[in-house]
Structure formats: structure tokens, C-alpha cells
């Protein structure tokens, strides 16, 4: 139960039926509809009220008179009290009085159909005491009323009294002018009764006419009698009551139309004073279309601020009608969030235009129609898809075009300078993931930091594997496109995703640009750095990048191999090695090819940029990628030469060392492998030649090699290194044995059939002294051989004359052990020619020989007996002497 209505103010407090009174108080309703009773002096007012607010009613009296208290009555409050009154009383209208319908006490605006304000009259009567009244305008403090309830001041009143008059207009008159002003009266009113006869005759005329006409009007009234009976009265009183009920229409058809007019000003005073209320229907809609809706944000709150809570109907009508507008505004809104592509600048706009609007319309009934859980939400995750879309739709644009037939060939016939689509397709998906990853990122941030943030909690997670996510989609895409050498399959399987398998060409055409796709995967890289993303999401684009360094040293090294197998065109057999007499300038060659392939790896590839890995960690994938390459490289290298021994000159005849005795001659030695423009390089030259580089390579270059690859930074290739080594060994053992086969062969031949030239035989006599032709022949042969070498490689003597010279003692021991018997200066021959033989081939006999030589020694029988040993000796001796030029070269140690 609300408060008691209380009355405290009014204004007018006095005034006839009909006075328009201000009421003021507290507890005066709650609403219009509360106010259920008013009187003002015990008569009812409430059809009259027009209620304001709790604290104002503005009414009309009613037909009272005298003094009375206001009362109000509520629903909320019941009757109320009233701490002032109002008096009311009736005007006497004379003919002179002027008077209007209404009298509005504040000046209203003239209306082309409105009254016009009387100008008050200027006749004004004279004081009965004949003093003057200036200076009595002031009344005195108290109500003349309440001192006279049933009197009044006007001279024309029943009940005029004096005092009033005299308290009223002589309050400041003093008593001996109030008796002048008495004397004045009596003086007037004896003046007038002594001057009424005087009047009479003074104005007979006048009076006489005032006669006739009393006559014509009794003469018009018998007339009247005769023409409308004894009761005329009656007919005047029915045309007055007429007169009356024809006013009193015209009276309220006058009030009808100025309520009329009330309400048509107090409704275009509401248009004109809530144009924004109404006109903002249209205005959101003008607003939203022309993409302000901050100002649609801001006019829908200052509208619920100001209208809310109202209960004015139209005004809730037109609330409604703007609930609906910006209701459609939102799902506008939502469709544009989520629609891409946009900037962020556009996207957060948006958004925090829509959770504006969605919290004022949030708990409504038009609020629930359409609930967005979250918003900013919304627009990471079409941002996201939107990511992944543009990923899969660049992938197949350039993908379809290795796919078609047309295209395979075009890519047979393409300019080298011409980019392949997998390159083209790496920068541009490296550009959109440079340009949108960011985006997404700030999106996010902004949602987090709260200030894109809806009613609802944040989902980091959620957010976390979208970046996740979208970076891993990124990175398979690299990988199909740029690993080619990968497990596609195993690529196919994961990811769905399968780049067309081209011609070799296009394949071969695509590698030498893998540096230039791995150069854009870094520069997005650098950019995705500078947000700050996660370590787990930038690791992912970093294990991508290491595999494409990886990829990218891999398919360097490659190429350096196959410029490597073709090293072998290079070779001038121009022996320069100081290092290795023999070798040629090949392993330069290749040292030289080797630097510039590590340059370029070393700035492509190499060269860690920021967040990037080691990939030469130990024991790690790119420690052994290093070593396989390089091994790979060696390898090739070794081809190289092998391939120059075996196979060059296919058509060349090797020349071979054979019998003089038999009528071959020996071979012509030249006096330098590459004497001149014009000179030829023999098969046993270029086969010393590769011995001496395989020795070569095993001995210092190929450690000289992994000492390369230290100065540039990698851990020492000792694996690679010692494979290479192993596999040179191989090489060098199967190229010797070649060699001592080609050159030992035919030497060890002619052995027998040069000892048993002639029809010789050890069991017969003979002259001894000399040695037989057969030992002079295979020591004349070895010089030969030993020039060649020593012309060559001094440093192949002792490989390749251990091999040779252990076959020949092998040979003399089977020969030696085949004879039955042996006469007794065949004895001595045989004990002279092995025992020369085996002094002068000292330095390149191993044990093996040795005990051939030994074996052959006791092969002869009978054994020598002192006799034969001391003419043996002297023989030898002299055999020597005679020799010593042919052995000198034989006695040279480590040459």
C-alpha cells in the first residue's frame, strides 16, 4: 500500500467554476490510471484531471463556492489530504463586464482558429467618498475573505459592506480625509433627493418620451397577448431555455473542438519533442545500410535509456517496431561477421556492434528470437575455415594445372626461367599464410584480451588447436609441394592430398627452385615469429623448414654428384700433385667443385636464420644426410676414375711386355703421359694414373676432404670419410691387380720358353759364366716395367713390383722343381740365374717370394756341393759387375 496523496501547493488559490488550478503535492498516482478521484471544494473534478506525474494534476473547478480543501484520491494510496484550500466564488456578468469561455493562465500560442486575447476595459468608477486611491494599492496581510465570509467590496453587491470597501481601497486614507470623503457622500446623496424634481423638469421631455414608449410596450404586450395568449412568459422562457441548450451546444462544441486542438498540439508537441523516438525506425534501417553502426548502437541505447520503462502506448509501439529493425540488424550483422574475406578493422567492428545490440536485447522477449552464443567466436572460426578453404582452393588451382595432358607436355617445352607451378604455388601460399595467420592471431588476441569478448567464457583451447590446426594444414601443403623425394604415400594416406606425378623432366625442371620455395617458407616464418604464437605452433613450421633445408642440401649434393660423374671429360691427365707424384689435377678438380657446392649450400640452405635449428646435431637426420651425400660424392668420384681406367679408349689395344727372344719387341715408353698437343696417352699410363689417384685419395685427399668440411662448419664426415677411403682401396686393389695381370702375364710367359729355347736342357753340360738368356729377359723386362712406373708414380713401384716379382719367383720355383736333375754346370746356371734374380729384386720381395726364391734354390738337384758354390759365387759376382746398370735402378731405396 503506497503512501496517503498529499496536496501542498496551488496555484490559483481563488477563482469562479471552470478556474484551470495547478495542483501540486506527493503520492498524486503512480499512473494515469491510478488517479480515481478529485474534488476541489466538495465538488467532483476528476473528468477534468489531467495527470502528470506523482508530484503534479492539472484540473478545472467544479461549480462550488466558498472555501474547501483538495483532496485525492488513488488506487495505490486511497483518499488523501490537503494542507492548503481553495476559494471559490461566483461573478456577477453586468453589461459592461467583459468575459471569455476560458482564460489560459500562461500565454498560448495564437492559433489561426484561436480567441483572441480581450484587452481589459477602461471604465473605471468613481470612489463614493470623492478621495483619490493612490498610494492604497497595498491590501492589508490578512484574506479580506476570511475576515468577511458573506460581505464583499462592491458597491453594487446585496452584500457590500463598508469595512471591506474602506480596508480595500483606503487602507492608507487618513481618518480626517475619511470624514472629508463622509461629509462628501451626505453632501451628494441630499443633492440628490433635492434635485429630483429639478430633473424632472429640467428633462420633461426625456420623460415624456420615456412614456410613450412604456406605452408602444404595453400597446406591443396586449398585441402579443391577443397574438400568443395569456402566457407569453412561457413562450420567452422556452426561447430562453432554447437560447440556453443552442449556447450550450455551441459552448461544448466550442470546448470539443479547442480539446480537439489540445490534443492535436499536444501531439504534434510530442512529434516535434520525441522526432528522434519516432523517427528512429527508419533511421537504424538508413544507419545499418550505410554501415554506421556505431551510431546504431549508440541511437538504440539512448532510446531504451529515455522510453524503456514508459507506458505510453504509441511510444511503446514504436519501441516494438525498433526492436524488430534492430533484431534484423543483428542477423545482418552475424551473416557479415562471419562472411569472408574482411579486414580485422572490419570484423571487430562488426562484432562489437552485434554484442552491443545482442546485451540491450538481452532478457527481452524479441531478445530471445535470436540468441548468438558468441559472436567474436563465430567470426574466429569462419576466419579459420576461410583459411583452410583458400589452402585447398590454391592447392588445386595450381595443382590441376601439372595435371592435364596439354600441360605435361607444355612442361617438356617450358623455359627454364619460366617458375613451375609448385613454386608458384609455394610464394602464394607462403602470401596468404604470411597475410591471414596473422589476422586469425590478432582476431584471437582481441577476443582474449576481452575486448571482443561476449557474455560467454573464452575457449582457449579450442583457439589454440585452430592455430594448430591451420599451421599444420599450412605445412602439408609445403610438404606435397616441395618434398617430392618424401614418402608420398605415406603423405596421400595422412592428408587426403596428392600433387599430380609429372614427367621426369617437369621433376628435374622443379629442383633447382626448391632453394627459392624454401627462401619463401622463411619469409612467412620471419613474419609468424613477430606475433608471438606458441612455441608448439612455430615448431611445427620449424620441423618443415629443417626438412626442406635438408631436402634442399640433399638435392645440392646431388646435383654436385652429377656434375661429379662428369668429371671424367675434364681430365687432361696433366699430373700436378706435388703431394703425390702421379696423381692428376682430377681430385682438384673436384676439391674445387666440392667449395663451390658447400658455398651454395652454406648460403641457401645452411645458414641458420632466426628460430632455426641445428641440423647437424649428433646422431641427428641431417648429420647423416650430410654423411650420405658426401659418401654418395666420394663414390661418384671413385666412378669417375674407375670408369676413366677401365673404360676409356675402348678401342685402344693394351700394349703388353713380351719376349724379345721370341721376335716381339717391347713396348715403346714415352717420355711424359701428356708430352705435347699432340701426344697419346697409352692404356698402362692412364691406368698408373688412376692408381696414383686412387692412392692418392686414400693417402691425403680424401682427409684433406673432411678437413673442407670442418672449415665450413660441419662435424668431421669420419664415416663418409673412411667409406670413401675403403671403397678407393677396392678400387685401387682391383685396378693393381688389373695392372700386374696385364704386365706380368706375358713377363712370366716368356720365362719358360726363353729357358728352354734351343732345345736347351739343365741335365746336360754346358758353359757357364753368364747368365741365360732368359734371366737377362726378365731382368730387361722389369726395367721396363720400372721405368714406366717410375716415369708415372715412383711411389706404385713397390705395390706393383712386390705383386709382379712374387709371380715370377712363383714361376721359377714350379720350373725350378719340374727339372729331374741337373748336371754339374747346370746346377751352377741355375744356382747363378736365381740367386741374380733374387739379390737384384731385394727391396720388392716380400716373404711370400722369398720362399719361392728358396723353394727354387732347393729345387735343384743334386744340392751344389763347395766346389759349385765357390765357382757360383764367382760368377754371380762377375754377372753383377757386368749388370750393375741394369740393377742400379732395382737397388734404389723408397725412390
Not at 25 to 48: H, M, N
Not at 105 to 132: I, K, M
Not at 368 to 374: A, E, Q, S, T, V
Request: charged content about 25%; overall charge negative; proline content about 5%.
Amino acid at each position: 500500500m503506497a503512501p496517503q496523496p498529499v496536496v501542498t501547493g496551488l496555484s490559483p488559490k481563488e477563482g469562479p467554476p471552470g478556474t484551470r488550478v495547478i495542483i501540486r503535492g506527493e503520492f498524486l498516482g503512480t499512473r494515469v490510471q491510478d488517479l480515481i478521484g478529485l474534488k476541489i471544494c466538495g465538488s467532483d473534478c476528476l473528468l477534468s484531471a489531467e495527470w502528470k506525474s506523482p508530484n503534479k494534476i492539472i484540473a478545472r473547478t467544479g461549480p462550488a463556492k466558498g472555501k474547501g480543501d483538495i483532496i485525492v484520491t488513488t488506487l495505490s494510496g486511497g483518499v488523501g489530504t490537503s494542507t492548503v484550500q481553495f476559494r471559490a466564488y461566483h461573478e456577477t456578468i453586468g453589461p459592461l463586464k467583459e468575459s471569455a469561455v476560458w482564460i489560459e493562465e500562461s500565454p498560448s500560442q495564437n492559433f489561426a482558429w484561436g480567441r483572441r486575447t480581450l484587452a481589459q476595459s477602461g471604465l473605471t468608477q468613481e470612489d463614493p467618498l470623492g478621495l483619490s486611491i493612490e498610494g492604497n494599492e497595498q491590501k492589508i496581510p490578512e484574506d479580506l475573505r476570511d475576515l468577511f465570509p458573506d460581505a464583499c467590496g462592491d458597491l453594487s453587491q446585496e452584500n457590500f459592506s463598508p469595512a471591506w470597501f474602506l480596508l480595500e481601497n483606503h487602507l492608507a486614507t487618513s481618518f480626517e480625509d475619511l470624514k472629508a470623503g463622509l461629509s462628501y457622500l451626505k453632501r451628494k446623496v441630499e443633492s440628490q433627493k433635492e434635485g429630483q424634481l429639478s430633473f424632472l423638469k429640467s428633462n420633461a421631455g426625456s420623460v415624456i418620451d420615456q412614456l410613450d414608449t412604456l406605452m408602444n410596450i404595453r400597446d406591443k404586450l396586449q398585441e402579443d397577448v391577443k397574438l400568443h395568449g395569456n402566457e407569453p412568459l412561457n413562450i420567452l422562457e422556452a426561447s430562453i431555455e432554447n437560447s440556453i441548450t443552442e449556447s450550450q451546444k455551441i459552448f461544448t462544441d466550442v470546448l470539443v473542438r479547442k480539446e480537439k486542438a489540445d490534443s492535436t498540439r499536444s501531439v504534434l508537441f510530442a512529434l516535434s519533442r520525441h522526432k528522434f523516438l519516432f523517427c528512429l525506425p527508419n533511421s537504424v534501417d538508413r544507419r545499418a545500410k550505410a554501415g554506421e553502426y556505431d551510431i546504431v548502437v549508440n541511437d538504440y541505447s539512448r532510446a531504451k535509456n529515455l522510453f524503456g520503462k514508459t507506458e505510453i502506448p504509441i511510444f511503446r509501439k514504436v519501441l516494438e517496431e525498433v526492436d524488430q529493425r534492430i533484431l534484423s540488424i543483428r542477423k545482418q550483422l552475424h551473416e557479415k561477421v562471419v562472411k569472408m574475406p574482411q579486414s580485422v578493422e572490419q570484423q571487430k567492428k562488426l562484432i562489437k556492434a552485434l554484442t552491443s545490440l545482442e546485451l540491450q536485447q538481452s532478457g527481452t522477449p524479441i531478445g530471445d528470437k535470436l540468441r548468438n552464443i558468441d559472436p567474436a567466436w563465430d567470426a574466429i572460426e569462419a576466419r579459420a575455415k576461410y583459411l583452410e578453404a583458400t589452402f585447398r582452393q590454391t592447392f588445386e588451382q595450381h595443382a590441376n594445372k601439372d595435371a592435364g595432358p596439354q600441360e605435361k607436355s607444355k612442361s617438356r617445352d617450358r623455359d627454364s626461367s619460366q617458375a613451375p607451378s609448385r613454386v608458384n604455388f609455394c610464394e602464394e601460399l607462403c602470401d596468404i599464410a604470411a597475410s591471414q595467420l596473422p589476422d586469425l592471431w590478432r582476431l584471437g588476441q582481441l577476443y582474449f584480451t576481452g575486448e571482443l569478448r561476449g557474455p560467454h567464457d573464452p575457449k582457449p583451447g579450442d583457439f589454440k588447436r585452430i592455430i594448430l590446426n591451420a599451421i599444420e594444414k599450412y605445412c602439408v601443403y609445403l610438404r606435397v609441394a616441395i618434398l617430392i623425394a618424401a614418402d608420398q604415400r605415406a603423405l596421400r594416406q595422412s592428408s587426403g592430398l596428392n600433387w599430380p606425378i609429372g614427367s621426369a623432366s617437369a621433376t628435374h625442371q622443379f629442383l633447382p627452385w626448391i632453394p627459392q620455395c624454401l627462401r619463401y617458407t622463411r619469409i612467412a616464418y620471419a613474419t609468424l615469429i613477430t606475433l608471438d604464437l606458441p612455441s608448439e605452433a612455430l615448431d611445427i613450421i620449424q620441423k618443415l623448414i629443417d626438412e626442406v633445408r635438408l631436402f634442399c642440401f640433399s638435392i645440392i649434393f646431388k646435383r654436385a654428384t652429377d656434375r661429379c660423374k662428369k668429371l671424367g671429360s675434364q681430365e687432361t691427365w696433366e699430373m700436378g700433385v706435388e703431394e703425390y707424384p702421379g696423381a692428376t689435377l682430377l681430385p682438384g678438380a673436384l676439391e674445387a667443385l666440392l667449395i663451390e657446392t658447400l658455398d651454395e649450400v652454406q648460403s641457401v640452405c645452411m645458414q641458420t636464420e632466426s628460430r632455426e635449428g641445428n641440423l647437424l646435431e649428433p646422431q641427428s637426420d641431417g648429420q647423416r644426410e650430410v654423411s650420405q651425400r658426401l659418401q654418395e660424392f666420394l663414390s661418384a668420384f671413385s666412378g669417375v676414375i674407375e670408369e676413366l681406367a677401365f673404360h676409356s679408349h675402348d678401342e685402344e689395344t693394351p700394349t703388353h711386355n713380351v719376349s724379345q727372344l721370341l721376335g716381339f719387341p717391347n713396348a715403346q715408353q714415352p717420355d711424359s703421359v701428356a708430352g705435347g698437343a699432340g701426344a697419346t696417352v697409352t692404356w698402362e699410363q692412364r691406368m698408373l694414373c688412376c692408381l696414383a689417384n686412387f692412392a692418392y685419395c686414400n693417402k691425403s685427399f680424401f682427409p684433406k676432404i673432411g678437413d673442407i668440411f670442418v672449415l665450413y662448419g660441419y662435424p668431421l664426415p669420419t664415416l663418409a670419410i673412411e667409406t670413401a677411403r675403403y671403397t678407393v682401396n677396392q678400387l685401387f686393389t682391383n685396378l693393381l691387380e688389373e695392372y700386374v695381370e696385364h704386365k706380368g702375364d706375358p713377363l712370366v710367359g716368356t720365362i719358360e720358353p726363353s729357358m728352354y729355347l734351343g732345345r736347351f736342357q739343365w741335365d746336360h753340360e754346358m758353359e757357364i759364366g753368364q747368365l741365360r738368356p732368359y734371366a737377362h729377359e726378365c731382368c730387361d723386362n722389369l726395367v721396363g716395367v720400372y721405368s714406366e712406373i717410375y716415369s708415372i708414380s715412383p711411389a706404385l713401384l713397390r705395390p706393383i713390383l712386390e705383386s709382379i716379382v712374387q709371380t715370377i719367383s712363383e714361376e721359377l720355383a714350379r720350373l725350378m722343381s719340374c727339372v729331374q736333375r741337373f748336371s754339374f754346370t747346370g746346377a751352377i746356371q741355375a744356382h747363378v740365374d736365381i740367386r741374380l734374380l733374387r739379390d737384384a729384386l731385394e727391396g720388392y720381395v716380400n716373404e711370400t717370394a722369398k720362399n719361392y726364391f728358396m723353394e727354387a734354390l732347393e729345387a735343384i738337384n743334386p744340392p751344389l756341393n763347395a766346389e759349385q758354390k765357390r765357382k757360383a759365387d764367382e760368377i754371380l759376382e762377375r754377372v753383377k759387375g757386368n749388370m750393375r746398370l741394369q740393377l742400379l735402378c732395382f737397388g734404389v731405396k723408397d725412390p
